[in-house]
């Protein structure tokens, strides 16, 4: 049984290793990858908010070319001198605001994925070329002075000039429609690295949950262990192992106990001290194991008759003691004569009895009692003597002469006495416990 048990538990802890080893992994794979997804979708988010910038700066740069390019056209057609020099204000401006479109141009080329979107910019990009290449041979026109070629640049300004640009601004129109479609895939795909991040989180977080509910319960588990053999220990340590009642430490410290609660209560306190008769005797004769099972059969007889509140223990040897709280000492003899009929093998005990006064020491209260028990001894034994102290003279000879009329005086094996609960009335009729026998 103990060998299939310990197998038992050494699979489950082999089962246990290897979840705990899995969990370990699942929460460490999941943060892992977790942490990954928000990273992506941090970058995302990032890349969609480029993407939208570039839109709406690609917007206000087409805006400002046109703006200038009209300005510029302006100026050449009116006749302004120095319009055509690349230094005057508007034709400065014009080609700044034209190299600028250029690069956003080519900004829009690096983010473009598909063909038909390679397409769309390579377009807008061709009527871009086109118009510069038109504003080129009319600047060339006017600076030649030749009056046909101005007259030919000046319906150049106004024709070709004005379709190309035309086309420009639809073309980055499209293009700009293209760039916020890729900013708003972005931001979906930013969302589903979110949902991604937070679903492994959670994965994560609920293997950790687990390891942590794991942990916590083994070491519930253990402190409960620690708990129980503390106290297995604990009553080892205060259970006579023979008997199974108390031992000679609870004895002492029960004793000082009762014995500060009497003083506080004002209830009496009555020490009964008991030794087995001729139990070396039986002992030589019977065997130890015969005399072990007599202890232990005495001792646990005696247990089950006592009042609740009450102790036995194993005072030494054959010898027990027992603590009676709220009980005057002839009341106690009562109980003593009625522990006489629990005794097997037919085997007697005699018994001292002694009442605390409220002031001497424990080793004195005892000592009392114990010398009580040795005057039993030397009256014939299987009987009961109450320390003399407490009880006066003429009481004591009547329970003596009681016990005396119960055992033969040769010193021939102890009888029981016919009715030793009767004879503990008759004799002290006057004193009551303060709880019920």
């Known amino acids: ?226 708990f129980k053999l503390l106290r297995r220990v604990d009553r080892i340590a205060r259970t006579d192992g023979l008997t199974g009642i108390a031992n000679r430490r609870v004895w002492d410290e029960s004793l000082a106990k009762f014995m500060e609660q009497s003083t506080l209560q004002t209830n009496p306190l009555t020490v009964v001290i008991l030794d087995l008769d001729h139990f070396k005797k039986f002992n030589d004769s019977r065997g130890h194991q015969a005399g072990d099972r007599l202890l232990r059969e005495s001792a646990q007889a005696w247990n089950k008759q006592l009042r609740e509140g009450d102790l036995l223990a194993r005072y030494g040897g054959e010898e027990f003691g027992l603590l009676l709280p709220k009980c005057e000492p002839e009341n106690a003899y009562a109980i003593v004569q009625r522990l006489r009929q629990s005794v097997p093998e037919q085997q007697t005990f005699s018994a001292g009895i002694a009442l605390w006064d409220g002031q001497e020491e424990a080793s004195s209260f005892v000592a009392r009692a114990d010398a009580a028990l040795y005057r039993a001894k030397a009256k014939g034994r299987n009987r009961s003597e109450i320390a003399e102290l407490f009880v006066n003279e003429s009481s004591a000879n009547e329970l003596s002469t009681s016990e005396a009329s119960t055992s033969e005086p040769d010193g021939s094996p102890d009888q029981r006495p016919t009715d030793p609960v009767d004879a503990a009335q008759q004799t002290c009729p006057e004193h009551q416990c303060l709880e019920t026998v």
Not at 98 to 105: G, I, M, N, T, V
Not at 174 to 200: P, W, Y
């Open 1 to 226: 049984m103990i060998d299939s048990l310990s197998n038992r538990d050494r699979i489950q802890a082999g089962i246990s290793s290897i979840l705990l080893v899995i969990f370990l992994i699942t929460a460490s794979t999941c943060g892992w990858l977790g942490w990954q997804a928000e990273i992506r979708q941090q970058n995302k988010w990032h890349e969609a908010n480029r993407l939208t910038y570039l839109a709406l700066e690609t917007k206000f740069l087409a805006a400002d070319f046109n703006g200038w390019q009209t300005a510029y056209a302006f100026d050449v057609a009116r006749g302004i001198s120095n319009a055509t020099d690349d230094e005057s204000f508007s034709r400065r401006h014009f080609l700044e605001s034209a190299q600028s479109f250029s690069q956003e141009l080519h900004l829009i080329q690096d983010h473009l994925q598909t063909d038909s979107e390679y397409e769309r910019w390579e377009k807008a990009y061709a009527h871009y070329k086109n118009f510069m290449d038109v504003d080129q041979e009319v600047i060339d026109a006017y600076r030649d002075g030749d009056q046909q070629r101005i007259q030919h640049a000046n319906e150049l300004v106004l024709g070709r000039e004005i379709d190309h640009f035309s086309h420009i601004i639809q073309s980055t129109e499209e293009l700009i429609v293209i760039i916020l479609n890729l900013s708003n895939q972005t931001l979906l795909e930013a969302r589903q690295e979110s949902d991604l991040a937070h679903i492994l989180m959670l994965v994560c977080g609920a293997c950790i949950l687990v390891l942590i509910n794991f942990f916590v319960s083994r070491a519930n588990r253990y402190i409960k262990h620690q």
